[in-house]
């Protein structure tokens, strides 16, 4: 039975070859999903290395400041 489908042009995936790019994405999503991969929303459903709290004091984003709490120019 699939070869008569595919003989008549329809290749048996659920999107068509012709389909747009958000059609695409939610697809890919769903099957994704529906293999523990990802969420509904394509985002991992687990906490990635850059997603884990870390160890120790964060130095990120403090920047230089003077005893006002102004920043202090180089």
Do not use: C, H
Request: no cysteine; net charge negative.
């Amino acid at each position: 039975m699939e070869i008569l489908k595919r003989a008549k042009g329809d290749s048996g995936e659920i999107v068509p070859f012709n389909a747009s790019e958000s059609d695409l994405k939610d697809e890919i999503n769903l099957r994704t999903s529906k293999a523990g991969y990802t969420t509904r929303d394509g985002n991992p459903t687990f906490g990635t290395k850059i997603m884990g709290p870390g160890i120790g004091f964060s130095k990120l984003n403090q920047w230089p400041r003077d005893g006002n709490g102004n920043l202090i120019d180089d």
